[in-house]
């Protein structure tokens, strides 16, 4: 372990791991980043925000994160990512892969290269992250690891005119459970988490659209949509050792919504004013 995790380990659930989080300049990414490091983790936080990894790296702090560029599309990138928690802490223990996106158009009429682009955002990302990742931890001798991968409600419940990202988070779930299938004899769990609604800057035009948020929360048992602290304590459980026998698992973090149905995001948009 480096000199630098030495002199600065402190407590936490996490404490002296070394945490890298893709996507973590907003949102979900954000939130998990701040509640690692706030439960005694150092962070390597990549996106392709220059300037929210700037405001990030400043609130946490320069002992406690270091930040990358990383468009987890180019695997180059994501393999400079990786190698960054070595270099500057010395060790990678977790990996969140967390970065996604999506769109909305109905499977006849989907520009192939928007299609492409979500896959390979939310699909490939999450490959990518886990190679890397994986092959880090897995030379780390009696060093336990935790793979937590970020899928989605869409990943159990189709909605029309997301099927771009219903199709690659559902590829996220069966990829997680192969990861833990390969990775669990050198001692490494692979999870997923699976969010509902989520209020972040980019859900934020979904309450812009008359409608779908009510049915959303209409179609939610527990009648809310949530906060990214939300996801990110579920995922700092999976990181921690208290889920240390837990692999291949998906958490939902939707109050329920998958036993019901998925908004009409099309139908709203097209009641939407012309003009």
């Known amino acids: 372990m480096s000199a630098r995790i030495e002199s600065g380990v402190g407590a936490g659930r996490v404490a002296g791991k070394v945490a890298l989080v893709t996507g973590a300049a907003a949102g979900i990414g954000r939130a998990v980043a701040h509640r690692l490091a706030a439960e005694g983790a150092y962070v390597v936080a990549g996106d392709i925000d220059a300037a929210g990894l700037a405001s990030l790296a400043a609130e946490l702090g320069p002992e406690r994160c270091v930040t990358r560029l990383c468009d987890v599309t180019v ?6 990512l990786v190698g960054a928690a070595v270099d500057e802490f010395g060790a990678l223990d977790i990996a969140v892969a967390n970065a996604g996106g999506g769109t909305a158009a109905e499977l006849a009429d989907h520009d192939y290269a928007a299609w492409r682009r ?6 490939n990302g999450a490959f990518l992250t886990v190679k890397h990742a994986g092959r880090v931890m897995r030379a780390q001798d009696g060093r336990a690891g935790s793979i937590v991968n970020l899928a989605s409600l869409n990943a159990v419940q189709p909605g ?10 559902a590829g996220v779930v069966a990829l997680t459970e192969v990861a833990a299938l390969e990775l669990g004899p050198s001692g490494i769990r692979v999870n997923a988490v699976a969010p509902g609604l989520i209020r972040t800057q980019a859900t934020a ?9 009510e049915e959303y929360v209409e179609n939610a048992p527990l009648g809310r949509f949530a906060e990214p602290e939300e996801v990110a304590s579920v995922v700092l459980f999976l990181a921690s050792d208290e889920a240390s026998f837990v692999s291949g698992s998906v958490y939902g973090v939707d109050g329920g919504a998958r036993t019901r149905r998925y908004p009409d995001l099309i139908g709203a948009l097209e009641r939407l004013p012309r003009g």
């Open 75 to 80: 695997e180059e990138d994501v393999a400079r």
């Open 118 to 123: 979500v896959v390979d955002l939310c699909l």
């Open 160 to 169: 029309r005119g997301m099927g771009a990202y219903c199709a690659a988070k």
């Open 205 to 213: 035009g979904m309450w812009h659209v008359p409608g779908v948020v």
